[in-house]
């Protein structure tokens, strides 16, 4: 299954989801409906799942184009990313993100939201920068941010806003290891083979027992929070 900007492939039971919209890999609402579309696909046919992105890119966060196109539609784009994250987060299947670049804002919570994250070494920027560019980080993203990250780095990456490059966001969480650029994808299959290895259900129902607390804070205050997803600076 190929799209204009995401490709589905298959090999030795890992679906690989490789994203690329010719620029920053933003989610918008044609990224989800495809991502969506392959987990769809990978969960009947896969043992694991890896998701890519372009080289140099990896995901910039949610469309801009949208974010600045009213509240609505705001809340609309945010509130359809929370879902994908959640998704992500509970998917029965092992996920792994081979992150080839940047990955900022959506893009820092897509790393999150996985079970094993492999990142490329050389000058990228990794973070959630929502607090330095004036919107408040709805709950959910900073549920994971607290499930995922270094709990003495926790703040600085949240609250604070820091930007990391990807040796040191190893360090904070982002990351669990990273890797040549060139040997990037061969080194997060290496990750996603031996996660499908793991017996099944025992996978799935363990990884939500691990989170359970986590995603029914999430959808508890989804609804509630939405508030804050229109950008707007709060107090």
Same mark, same amino acid.
Request: charge should be negative; proline fraction near 3%.
């Given at each position: 299954?190929?799209?204009?900007?995401?490709?589905?492939?298959? =090999?030795?039971?890992?679906?690989?989801l490789?994203?690329d919209?010719?620029?920053?890999?933003a989610?918008?609402?044609?990224?989800i409906?495809?991502?969506?579309?392959?987990?769809?696909?990978?969960?009947?046919?896969?043992?694991?799942?890896?998701?890519?992105g372009?080289?140099?890119r990896?995901?910039?966060?949610? @469309?801009?184009?949208?974010?600045?196109?009213?509240?609505?539609?705001?809340?609309?784009?945010?509130?359809a990313?929370?879902?994908?994250?959640?998704?992500?987060?509970?998917?029965?299947?092992?996920?792994?993100?081979a992150?080839?670049?940047?990955?900022?804002?959506?893009?820092?919570?897509?790393?999150?939201?996985?079970?094993?994250?492999?990142?490329?070494?050389?000058?990228?920027?990794?973070?959630?920068?929502?607090?330095?560019?004036?919107?408040?980080?709805p709950?959910?993203?900073?549920?994971?941010a607290?499930?995922?990250?270094?709990?003495?780095?926790?703040? =600085?990456?949240?609250?604070?806003?820091?930007?990391?490059?990807?040796?040191?966001?190893?360090?904070?969480?982002?990351?669990?290891?990273?890797?040549?650029?060139?040997?990037?994808?061969?080194?997060?299959?290496?990750?996603?083979?031996t996660?499908?290895?793991?017996?099944?259900?025992?996978?799935?129902?363990?990884?939500?027992?691990?989170?359970?607390?986590?995603?029914?804070?999430?959808? =508890?205050?989804?609804?509630? @929070?939405?508030?804050?997803?229109?950008?707007?600076?709060?107090?």
């Amino acid at each position: 299954m190929s799209t204009s900007i995401l490709n589905y492939s298959i =090999e030795n039971d890992i679906a690989t989801l490789a994203m690329d919209d010719g620029k920053a890999n933003a989610l918008g609402h044609a990224m989800i409906g495809e991502i969506n579309a392959a987990l769809d696909r990978a969960q009947n046919e896969a043992k694991a799942v890896l998701i890519a992105g372009r080289d140099k890119r990896f995901c910039a966060g949610f @469309d801009l184009e949208v974010m600045a196109s009213g509240p609505d539609n705001v809340r609309k784009l945010v509130g359809a990313g929370a879902e994908l994250l959640m998704r992500l987060y509970e998917y029965r299947l092992p996920v792994v993100m081979a992150c080839t670049g940047h990955a900022l804002a959506a893009g820092g919570l897509l790393l999150l939201a996985a079970d094993a994250r492999i990142g490329a070494a050389g000058a990228f920027k990794i973070g959630l920068p929502e607090v330095a560019i004036g919107m408040t980080l709805p709950i959910f993203g900073i549920e994971l941010a607290r499930d995922r990250l270094a709990r003495n780095r926790f703040s =600085e990456a949240v609250t604070q806003a820091r930007i990391y490059g990807p040796d040191e966001a190893v360090a904070v969480g982002y990351l669990d290891e990273t890797a040549a650029p060139e040997a990037l994808i061969e080194t997060a299959s290496a990750r996603a083979a031996t996660l499908a290895a793991l017996a099944q259900p025992a996978f799935a129902n363990t990884k939500r027992k691990e989170r359970a607390a986590t995603i029914a804070h999430i959808r =508890e205050t989804l609804e509630a @929070d939405s508030g804050s997803f229109d950008g707007a600076k709060k107090g």
